[in-house]
C-alpha cells in the first residue's frame, strides 16, 4: 500500500517536471535551426538554407546581416578564427557569422 | 595569426594608439551619420552636427572612403551594447560631476580609468581585419581622439571647485565681549557694595 502511494507521488512529480520543461523553450540544434532562419528570414528576405545546417546571407552587407541578427536578440561578443560569435541572452543561443563566405552557423 | 603574435603585436601598437582611439573607431560611422552613438552619450548637450565637425579629419580622408564598409560592420558589432552603454554613462556622470580642485588628480585618473576600461572591452573583441582598419586610419583616428579627449579636459577642468578659505572672526567683537562681562561684573559689584553700605549704615544708627 505504501509502496503504491510513493510510486503515484513519484508519478505526479515527473509529470509536473516534464510538463514545466516543455514550457521552457528547450532548443537542440535542429529545432534552434529553424527557428533562427524563420526570425532571420522575417529580418532578411533573400537567405536559404545550406547543407550542414547552415544558413546563406550572401547576399547582404555585413553590417545588415549584424543589425538583423541584433533585431531578433543576438548580442555580439567575439571574434573567433574568422567568425563573430553572437549570443541571445533571452534563449542561450550563439550563432557565427562567418566572415569569409557570409554564412550562419550555430557550431563555432 | 597566434594568441601570442596577437598579445605581441598589441604591444607594439599600444604605444601609438590612444585608449580613446578605439572609442572613436567604434562611434565613426554614427558620427559621421549623424545617429546617436557612444560619443554623443559623453557629450549629451552636443548637437550631432558638432559631434560629426569633430569627425571632419575622418571622412574627409581617403582611406575612409576605401574602409568605409568595414567600419560600418565595427559600428554595428558594438553599437546599442548593454555592457558599453553602461560604460558611457558612468563615464558621462564621472565627467559631468563636481569636485574639489584638491581632487583634481585623483578625479582625472577615475575617468580615465573608465576610458581604459572601455577601450580593452573594444579592443578584446576587434578582429584582425579590424586591427588593420585601426592602423590605415590611425593618424585621422587619433586626431579626432585628441580632439575629443582635449574637450573631456576642458570640461573636467571647468567643474572643479576651488576650496574657500576659512572665515577668521573678527577680534574686536571678541574684545567686545569682554568688555561687556566686565561692565556687567563692575555693575553688580557696586550694587553690591551700596547693599553693604546700606546695610551697615543702617546698623550704626
Known sequence: MKNKNYQSIIEE????????????????????????????KKQLNDISIMPDNVIDVSKYKEHEIIEALKRIGYIYRKPMGGKLHFFNKKTSISVYLVQKNLTITLLP | MSKNKKVLKESITTSAISPFSYIVLIDCISAIDKNRGYIQMIFPNESLDVIRGMFRKVFDSQNYAKSKESLQSISSRFSNNPALKVLFQSLRKLKSASYPMAEKESHEKDIQTIIEKISTFIKRRLTDEDDKILENLLSEINHVSERISKKIDDEVLSLGIKEEEPIEEPKDTKQKTEVKVNE?????????????????????H
Not at chain 1, 520543461?21 to 532571420?40: M, R, S, W
Open chain 2, 184 to 204: 556687567r561684573i563692575k555693575n553688580k559689584l557696586r550694587k553690591k557694595i551700596k547693599e553693604i553700605i546700606r546695610t551697615h549704615l543702617i546698623k550704626r
Open chain 1, 13 to 40: 512529480v515527473t509529470l509536473r517536471v516534464f510538463k514545466k520543461l516543455t514550457e521552457i523553450n528547450l532548443v537542440d540544434e535542429g529545432t534552434g535551426f529553424d527557428t533562427i532562419f524563420t526570425e532571420l
